[in-house]
């Protein structure tokens, strides 16, 4: 009797080029030969261009040459593909943004040496006493670093924050806005940060923006002075005078221990000649900042366009005792003198004013 011969099927292994491609690849990383491993995984990559594995180990290879773009692209892509490699991922952002984040702290932080004085016996410990160091910083330097940490890692804040630092520090204003927005468009309630790009845009005089980006910050955080004074001034350079004086209104009464609510109103006042409104602004400015030099000398402006010479002489004299420069003081003790009559000290007074000529 025949014996019956059974063929069993079993499935053939093809090693395809995308393997052995990947294969080579990792022993060109294993022998540190990263050029030859590129070649190698980029041929991979022809063959099989949803392999995770192939763009994470590509990614690793960029990130060791400093190409941080392209680690990136690669990294996102195999994080795309697959969740496997998500732990290796994290843990080489991890390091390198580390490494970049704190080479630029050290930069932008640094100080120059200090220099040992000779004619200075060492003290009791040992050490030569030495002079007090100074700030060095390299904002170029850090700026570079900085940039390196915010595309190796873009959700870390910190990094953002000192990119913004370094480019205000370069006065790179547009830089430094630029920062600011990416800071926001990942932390949006980020009150610091709005604030601060806020006084930005009215340094740029960009009023619009000014006015929505203090309006959304006190949606935030209510009754934030600063944040007040700062929409009204941009209310103002809107030509929208009604708005900016219940800003400054809010503003006092958010904090009526401040001072310069009232004095930013006493000059809105004045500016629309409203003379007996900014005088009780101004008093109420000087009676919780006394010291304050410009809102004693509005006080006493005011009271003269309100004809109480009696009421504005007593500040001006105080005014020119603590700051005999002034020209401005002395130009409106000199206007005082010659409607009291006093012809040869309103002479002296204007004068001197002119002399300082300012």
């Known amino acids: 009797m025949r014996r019956i011969l059974l063929l069993l099927w079993l499935p053939v292994l093809f090693l395809g080029c995308q393997s052995t491609a990947l294969t080579a690849a990792k022993l060109y990383l294993q022998q540190n030969e990263p050029q ?7 041929q991979a990559l022809q063959t099989e261009p949803q392999n995770s594995e192939a763009h994470f180990l590509l990614g690793r290879l960029y990130a060791d040459q400093g190409k941080y773009q392209e680690m990136a692209a690669a990294f ?13 991922i994290q843990e080489l952002r991890q390091h390198y943004w580390t490494t970049e984040y704190n080479q630029g ?29 100074t700030p060095d910083p390299d904002f170029p330097g850090a700026l570079l670093y900085f940039r390196r940490a915010t595309v190796i890692d ?7 924050r000192n990119l913004s630092y370094v480019y205000y520090q370069l006065d790179s204003l547009d830089a430094t806005i630029s920062a600011y927005q990416q800071i926001l468009a990942i932390a949006p309630s980020d009150t610091s940060t709005l604030y601060s790009i806020g006084v930005l845009y009215l340094t740029q005089r960009r009023y619009q923006e000014t006015a929505n980006t203090f309006s959304g910050l006190l949606k935030l955080k209510p009754g934030y002075v600063d944040a007040l004074l700062n929409l009204a001034v941009a209310q103002m350079g809107l030509v929208d005078s009604t708005a900016a004086e219940a800003s400054y209104r809010q503003a006092a009464e958010a904090d009526p221990k401040d001072h310069r609510p009232g004095y930013n109103l006493g ?11 900014a005088l009780a602004a101004y008093q109420r400015a000087v009676e919780l900042a006394p010291e304050d ?3 004693c000398y509005n006080l006493a402006v005011t009271y003269l366009a309100v004809e109480q ?10 005014l020119a005792a603590q700051d005999p420069d002034n020209a401005a ?21 204007y004068a001197k004013a002119d002399r300082l000529g300012r």
Not at 106 to 126: F, N, Q, S
Not at 267 to 277: D, I, S
């Open 36 to 42: 030859k491993a590129e070649e190698q995984l980029h």
């Open 76 to 88: 996102a892509r195999s994080l795309e593909l697959s969740p496997k490699f998500a732990p290796q």
């Open 105 to 133: 702290v050290r930069l932008a932080t640094r100080v120059k040496a200090p220099e040992v004085d000779p004619k200075i016996k060492k003290t009791e410990e040992g050490a030569p006493n030495s002079v007090t160091p």
């Open 154 to 160: 873009p959700s870390r804040l910190e990094s953002w």
């Open 267 to 277: 000059n809105l006042y004045f500016t629309q000649k409203k003379y007996p409104a």
């Open 293 to 295: 030099q410009d809102a």
């Open 309 to 318: 010479v009696d009421s504005a002489f007593p500040i001006l004299e105080e």
């Open 329 to 349: 003081v002395w130009r409106e003790l000199g206007r005082i003198h010659a409607i009291k009559g006093r012809v040869q000290e309103s002479e002296k007074a």
